[in-house]
């Protein structure tokens, strides 16, 4: 559950946000444009950091055109792992992800600032992926909030060892310890990583459905085969936007991670 409002909360105290959105994206002109608005339009008004994966079209100057997105144009495509420098460049406690074609609800980041400031050890908030105008649950909601890592005392919501990158929020300083995304995995499959790398460092990562991250998926699918981590396992996902999934069975280290997680050391 999220925290009660305290007087910290009240507009004159946070008249700025604590969170930076971080994006990353490659030739989505369009989509980006609608994205940015939106995100533009949360109060309190997040820094917004864009990485530009060496887009051959007009996705780079679409973003300069709006005031306060600090845009970095990249030389070659990093992929995912693109991320990692907009993390580095945040000059707030926590970052957000978002995908070109997704944005955040309108209380969702103050509510995950409260989560976190409220529990210093809770590295990343997963949030509840909506998917289209009408707000569709994406399947990967339920797989989180029924996780079968369970709900440790202290935290606001579910264990889980995945997460839908552009409903995610970190705190900083975890994520930089961790090392952040892997470049190996371009783009499809790097948050299962890094939630190991997480837990392997004791941060812990929960689901919290009250924090809302709103998807409108590209009218072309991003990741037609892609790997997400959730409650304990791959689940393999066959397109980018309410897809379906399959089991996969988690390598031995990986069960160790989730033994530490769950019950201590192995």
Known sequence: MVPPRDDRDAPEAQSTARTTVVIVTRNRAAELARTLTELRALRPSPAIVLLDNASDDDTAGTAEAFPDVEVVRLPRNLGAAARNLGVAMARTPYVAFSDDDSWW?????????????????LALIAGRALVGADHREDPVNQRMASSPLGRLPGLPGPSVLGFLACAAIVRKEAYLEAGGFSPLFG?????????????????????????RALLRCSVRLRRPVGGRRCDGWWWARSSGCGGRYGVVRPSPSACCVERRVTRGPC
């Open 187 to 211: 783009v499809g499959g790097e948050e299962g990583l890094l939630s190991l790398d997480l837990a392997a460092r004791g941060w812990r990562l929960c689901y919290v459905a009250e924090v």
């Open 105 to 121: 609800a309108a209380d969702a980041l103050p509510a995950a600032e409260r989560l976190l400031d409220a529990h210093p050890r």
